[in-house]
Protein backbone atom coordinates (compact mmCIF):
# COMPACT_ATOMS: atom_id res chain seq x y z
CA UNK A 1 0.00 0.00 0.00
CA UNK A 2 2.70 2.11 0.76
CA UNK A 3 4.74 1.57 -2.47
CA UNK A 4 1.55 3.17 -4.78
CA UNK A 5 1.32 5.99 -2.89
CA UNK A 6 4.99 6.85 -3.14
CA UNK A 7 4.59 5.93 -7.01
CA UNK A 8 2.05 8.60 -6.93
CA UNK A 9 3.74 10.82 -5.41
CA UNK A 10 6.69 10.64 -7.47
CA UNK A 11 4.62 10.90 -10.62
CA UNK A 12 3.14 14.41 -9.30
CA UNK A 13 6.65 15.81 -8.08
CA UNK A 14 7.92 18.04 -11.00
CA UNK A 15 4.58 19.03 -11.79
CA UNK A 16 3.99 20.19 -8.19
CA UNK A 17 7.76 22.07 -8.22
CA UNK A 18 6.57 23.55 -11.28
CA UNK A 19 3.19 24.56 -10.27
CA UNK A 20 4.97 26.41 -7.19
CA UNK A 21 7.57 28.38 -9.38
CA UNK A 22 5.07 29.22 -11.40
CA UNK A 23 3.28 30.95 -8.53
CA UNK A 24 6.03 32.27 -6.51
CA UNK A 25 7.26 34.27 -10.27
CA UNK A 26 3.67 35.33 -10.43
CA UNK A 27 3.95 36.66 -7.19
CA UNK A 28 7.66 38.46 -7.58
CA UNK A 29 5.77 41.55 -9.77
CA UNK A 30 8.67 40.77 -12.53
CA UNK A 31 6.93 41.86 -16.02
CA UNK A 32 6.81 38.20 -17.87
CA UNK A 33 4.93 36.90 -21.07
CA UNK A 34 3.50 33.34 -20.09
CA UNK A 35 4.32 30.97 -23.08
CA UNK A 36 2.43 27.57 -23.48
CA UNK A 37 3.34 24.24 -24.95
CA UNK A 38 1.98 24.67 -28.15
CA UNK A 39 3.37 28.27 -28.94
CA UNK A 40 6.76 26.97 -27.98
CA UNK A 41 6.33 23.47 -30.18
CA UNK A 42 5.23 25.84 -33.30
CA UNK A 43 8.54 28.24 -32.61
CA UNK A 44 10.68 25.49 -32.45
CA UNK A 45 9.83 23.45 -35.26
CA UNK A 46 8.03 26.10 -37.85
CA UNK A 47 10.15 29.06 -37.44
CA UNK A 48 13.85 28.02 -35.85
CA UNK A 49 13.57 24.54 -37.12
CA UNK A 50 15.01 22.66 -34.45
CA UNK A 51 14.49 19.10 -32.84
CA UNK A 52 13.02 18.25 -30.01
CA UNK A 53 15.32 18.93 -26.81
CA UNK A 54 15.09 20.25 -23.21
CA UNK A 55 17.45 23.37 -24.41
CA UNK A 56 16.48 23.79 -27.85
CA UNK A 57 12.79 24.50 -26.44
CA UNK A 58 14.53 27.05 -23.88
CA UNK A 59 15.54 28.86 -26.89
CA UNK A 60 12.13 28.22 -28.24
CA UNK A 61 10.52 30.13 -25.24
CA UNK A 62 12.93 33.21 -25.09
CA UNK A 63 12.67 33.99 -28.78
CA UNK A 64 10.26 35.61 -30.75
CA UNK A 65 8.47 34.93 -33.69
CA UNK A 66 10.46 36.94 -35.98
CA UNK A 67 13.84 36.17 -34.71
CA UNK A 68 16.26 33.71 -35.70
CA UNK A 69 19.04 32.39 -34.25
CA UNK A 70 22.29 29.89 -35.10
CA UNK A 71 22.76 26.65 -33.08
CA UNK A 72 26.21 26.23 -31.34
CA UNK A 73 28.11 23.31 -31.47
CA UNK A 74 29.06 23.44 -28.00
CA UNK A 75 27.30 23.00 -25.16
CA UNK A 76 28.56 23.06 -21.34
CA UNK A 77 26.98 20.46 -19.23
CA UNK A 78 27.04 20.27 -15.42
CA UNK A 79 27.54 17.67 -12.60
CA UNK A 80 26.97 18.41 -8.93
CA UNK A 81 29.25 15.73 -7.00
CA UNK A 82 29.52 14.85 -3.03
CA UNK A 83 32.44 16.81 -1.51
CA UNK A 84 33.34 13.66 0.01
CA UNK A 85 32.65 9.65 -0.84
CA UNK A 86 30.81 7.42 0.94
CA UNK A 87 30.09 3.94 0.73
CA UNK A 88 26.74 2.93 1.42
CA UNK A 89 26.28 -0.04 3.97
CA UNK A 90 23.29 -2.29 5.05
CA UNK A 91 20.91 -0.26 7.37
CA UNK A 92 19.51 3.26 7.45
CA UNK A 93 21.74 5.89 8.05
CA UNK A 94 24.45 4.08 7.78
CA UNK A 95 27.17 5.73 5.43
CA UNK A 96 30.59 4.85 6.42
CA UNK A 97 32.86 7.63 5.03
CA UNK A 98 35.72 6.73 2.77
CA UNK A 99 39.38 8.53 2.54
CA UNK A 100 39.28 11.19 -0.49
CA UNK A 101 42.82 12.56 0.18
CA UNK A 102 45.63 13.01 -2.39
CA UNK A 103 47.36 10.25 -4.26
CA UNK A 104 50.27 10.95 -6.44
CA UNK A 105 48.92 14.48 -6.80
CA UNK A 106 45.69 13.38 -7.42
CA UNK A 107 42.08 13.61 -6.11
CA UNK A 108 38.84 11.75 -7.34
CA UNK A 109 37.32 14.23 -9.86
CA UNK A 110 40.43 15.98 -10.63
CA UNK A 111 40.51 16.57 -14.55
CA UNK A 112 43.34 15.23 -15.93
CA UNK A 113 45.11 14.81 -19.59
CA UNK A 114 46.50 11.21 -20.43
CA UNK A 115 48.01 9.37 -23.09
CA UNK A 116 44.57 7.78 -23.07
CA UNK A 117 42.69 10.64 -23.28
CA UNK A 118 40.76 13.49 -21.10
CA UNK A 119 38.74 12.94 -18.27
CA UNK A 120 37.79 12.47 -14.45
CA UNK A 121 39.41 10.73 -12.16
CA UNK A 122 36.76 7.70 -11.12
CA UNK A 123 39.04 5.81 -9.19
CA UNK A 124 42.55 5.66 -7.03
CA UNK A 125 44.94 2.67 -7.03
CA UNK A 126 47.93 3.10 -4.67
CA UNK A 127 49.63 1.10 -7.73
CA UNK A 128 49.12 4.50 -9.84
CA UNK A 129 46.79 3.28 -11.88
CA UNK A 130 43.81 5.19 -12.13
CA UNK A 131 39.87 4.67 -13.87
CA UNK A 132 39.31 7.59 -15.68
CA UNK A 133 35.64 8.78 -17.01
CA UNK A 134 33.63 11.44 -18.81
CA UNK A 135 31.19 14.20 -16.97
CA UNK A 136 28.40 10.85 -16.96
CA UNK A 137 30.72 8.21 -15.68
CA UNK A 138 30.88 6.72 -18.97
CA UNK A 139 34.26 5.21 -18.81
CA UNK A 140 37.47 6.14 -20.64
CA UNK A 141 39.72 4.24 -19.66
CA UNK A 142 39.82 1.45 -16.46
CA UNK A 143 44.01 1.73 -16.16
CA UNK A 144 46.02 4.77 -16.66
CA UNK A 145 49.36 5.14 -15.06
CA UNK A 146 49.05 8.38 -13.95
CA UNK A 147 52.76 8.22 -12.93
CA UNK A 148 54.13 8.76 -16.52
CA UNK A 149 52.89 11.37 -19.03
CA UNK A 150 49.93 12.93 -16.68
CA UNK A 151 48.98 16.13 -15.92
CA UNK A 152 45.92 17.87 -13.76
CA UNK A 153 44.31 20.18 -16.03
CA UNK A 154 42.08 21.27 -13.22
CA UNK A 155 41.43 20.52 -9.72
CA UNK A 156 38.07 18.81 -8.37
CA UNK A 157 35.04 21.20 -6.97
CA UNK A 158 31.85 20.14 -6.53
CA UNK A 159 30.19 21.06 -9.30
CA UNK A 160 31.95 19.74 -12.56
CA UNK A 161 31.63 21.27 -16.27
CA UNK A 162 32.99 19.87 -19.89
CA UNK A 163 32.17 21.30 -22.74
CA UNK A 164 31.05 19.29 -25.45
CA UNK A 165 30.44 19.37 -29.24
CA UNK A 166 26.82 18.32 -30.84
CA UNK A 167 26.34 16.76 -33.85
CA UNK A 168 22.65 18.48 -35.01
CA UNK A 169 22.39 15.16 -37.66
CA UNK A 170 21.24 13.08 -35.58
CA UNK A 171 17.36 13.13 -34.07
CA UNK A 172 18.47 12.62 -30.56
CA UNK A 173 21.48 14.97 -30.86
CA UNK A 174 24.80 12.91 -29.81
CA UNK A 175 27.36 14.61 -27.54
CA UNK A 176 30.77 14.01 -28.20
CA UNK A 177 33.49 15.26 -26.36
CA UNK A 178 35.56 18.08 -28.02
CA UNK A 179 38.99 17.42 -29.46
CA UNK A 180 41.78 19.05 -27.44
CA UNK A 181 41.82 20.54 -24.39
CA UNK A 182 41.20 24.59 -24.74
CA UNK A 183 38.36 23.64 -27.03
CA UNK A 184 37.59 20.90 -25.14
CA UNK A 185 36.57 21.38 -21.44
CA UNK A 186 36.33 23.99 -19.57
CA UNK A 187 36.20 24.37 -15.68
Not at 21 to 37: D, H, N, P, Y
Request: proline fraction near 1%; hydrophobic fraction near 30%; glycine fraction near 8%.
Amino acid sequence: MENSNSQEANQNKHATEIGIIKSQIRKSGWSFAETFGYETKYRREQVLKLIKTHYFDAVAICCRDDQNVEVEDSVFLKRNVSKGDYQQRTGKRSEKKIPTGKLFGLRKFDLVKTSKGIGFVKGKRSSGFFAISDLFGNKISDSVNVKKKCRRLSARSTTLVQMVQMTHSSPTCHFRQAGNVEEGVSC
